[in-house]
C-alpha cells in the first residue's frame, strides 16, 4: 500500500480541526495616575472641612484587566478575523453501509471533496496553483498532468489562460462525481501505546489523532521538554501538498477495553495493527494570514466507526 506523508501543522488559526500557526505579541499603553494631593482647610473658630483628604485623577485610556485599552482589543480582534480560515461546517450523516464512503486516501478524493463543498470562490489561477504538482496523481487524472506540464512549458499568456481555465474546469467536473458524499474512509497505522492497565485502554502515539494545535513556550523553552511534549496535530497529504487531511476529536480513538482477551489480542498485534476508521468530513477550510488566502486547503474528518485490524482480521470495532 502507498505511504502517504504525515504533514505536521503548528496551528490552525482557530478552534482549531486550524490548518500554520501566525505568532504575535501586542504591546499597549498603560494607565498613568496623577495624585493629586488636597490639603486640609483649617481656620480659627472654624468647622473642619468636609473636602476629602486626597483625591485620584486617572488621565489616559480605560483598560481591562488584561491591561489592554478599548482600541488594542479592537485591532486584536480584527487581526484574529483577518486569521480565521474560510470554513464551511457539514452536520454528521447516519452511518451507511461500508461501500458509501469514499477512499480519502484516493488520490483525487481530497480535491474533489474540497472542490464541491467549499461556498467561496477561487479563480482559474487559484484552482490551477492548487493542483500544482499532479504528477502525484498522473495515474488517476493524466489528462490534468497533461495541462500541468504544457501550462509549466509555455510563455505565452494567452496560452497560460487558456490552460489554467482548462485545469479549473477538469477539476469541478471531477468534484461533481463524488454527487456530494461527504462519508469517507482511511486506514492508517494505530501505532498504540501499550495497553494500560490502570484505565484500561490503549492510546496511541500518532500525531494524526492529536488534539493539540501547537507546542506551548513551556515546551519550547528547552530540548528536553520539547522531546517529551505531546506531538501537535499532523496530516496526510495523498495527493498534491495543498489539500491535507486531518482528523478532529482524535481521543475517540482513546480506547476502552475492559474485556481482557480482546485486549490481549490488541497488545499481541500493537506492531502491526491498524485503524480502519469511518467517518464523515465535518469541514472544509482554506487558510488565510492577514485576511489574505493561502495555498493550504484542509479536508477535516471527525470519526464515527473504528475497526482495530491485524491482516484483514478485525480485533475490535466500536462505534462513536
Same mark, same amino acid.
Given at each position: 500500500?502507498?505511504?502517504?506523508k504525515l ?7 482557530t ?33 473642619? /472641612?468636609?473636602t476629602?483628604?486626597? !483625591? $485620584? ?7 481591562? @484587566?488584561?491591561g489592554?485599552? %478599548? #482600541? +488594542? ?26 461501500a /458509501?464512503?469514499?477512499?480519502?486516501? !484516493? $488520490? ?7 472542490? @464541491?463543498?467549499?461556498?467561496? %470562490? #477561487? +479563480? ?14 498522473k ?29 479549473a474546469s ?37 500525531c ?18 520539547y ?7 499532523c ?67 471527525d ?18
Amino acid at each position: 500500500m502507498r505511504l502517504l506523508k504525515l504533514m505536521p501543522h503548528g496551528r490552525r488559526l482557530t478552534h482549531g480541526e486550524s490548518r500554520q500557526v501566525v505568532k504575535f505579541t501586542k504591546s499597549f499603553n498603560t494607565v498613568s495616575a496623577v495624585l493629586v494631593g488636597g490639603a486640609l482647610l483649617a481656620a480659627c473658630g472654624q468647622k473642619e /472641612s468636609n473636602t476629602p483628604e486626597t !483625591s $485620584k485623577v486617572v488621565t489616559g485610556k480605560t483598560v481591562n @484587566a488584561q491591561g489592554m485599552t %478599548e #482600541e +488594542g482589543m479592537k485591532a486584536k480582534k480584527e487581526l484574529e478575523d483577518a486569521n480565521t480560515p474560510l470554513r464551511v461546517n457539514f452536520s454528521a450523516p447516519a452511518l451507511s453501509e461500508d461501500a /458509501s464512503y469514499i477512499n480519502i486516501q !484516493s $488520490k483525487l478524493s481530497a480535491i474533489q471533496i474540497y472542490t @464541491a463543498k467549499r461556498n467561496w %470562490e #477561487e +479563480g482559474s489561477d487559484e484552482i490551477a496553483k492548487s493542483v500544482a504538482g499532479s504528477i502525484l496523481v498522473k495515474s488517476d487524472l493524466p489528462e490534468l498532468y497533461e495541462y500541468e506540464a504544457e501550462l509549466t512549458a509555455s510563455q505565452e499568456a494567452f496560452k497560460k489562460r487558456e490552460l489554467m481555465d482548462k485545469i479549473a474546469s477538469l477539476v469541478k467536473n471531477e468534484a461533481q462525481k463524488i454527487n456530494g458524499n461527504i462519508r469517507v474512509k482511511l486506514i492508517v497505522n494505530a501505532d498504540l501505546k501499550s495497553y494500560d492497565f490502570d484505565s484500561h485502554s490503549f492510546t496511541s502515539n500518532s500525531c494524526l489523532f492529536s488534539e493539540k494545535l501547537d507546542y506551548t513556550k513551556t515546551e519550547m523553552s528547552n530540548p528536553n521538554s520539547y522531546a517529551k511534549a505531546q506531538k501537535p496535530r499532523c496530516y496526510l497529504q495523498p495527493s498534491t501538498t495543498n489539500f491535507r487531511v486531518g482528523i478532529i476529536n482524535g481521543s475517540k480513538l482513546n480506547l476502552k477495553i475492559d474485556a481482557e482477551e480482546i485486549a490481549k489480542k490488541i497488545e499481541t498485534a500493537r506492531s502491526s495493527a491498524r485503524f480502519e476508521i469511518y467517518g464523515y468530513v465535518s469541514s472544509v477550510e482554506r487558510e488565510r494570514l492577514g485576511g489574505q488566502p493561502t495555498d493550504a486547503r484542509y479536508i477535516m474528518i471527525d470519526p464515527q466507526k473504528i475497526n482495530v485490524i491485524e491482516n484483514g482480521s478485525v480485533l475490535y470495532s466500536k462505534t462513536f
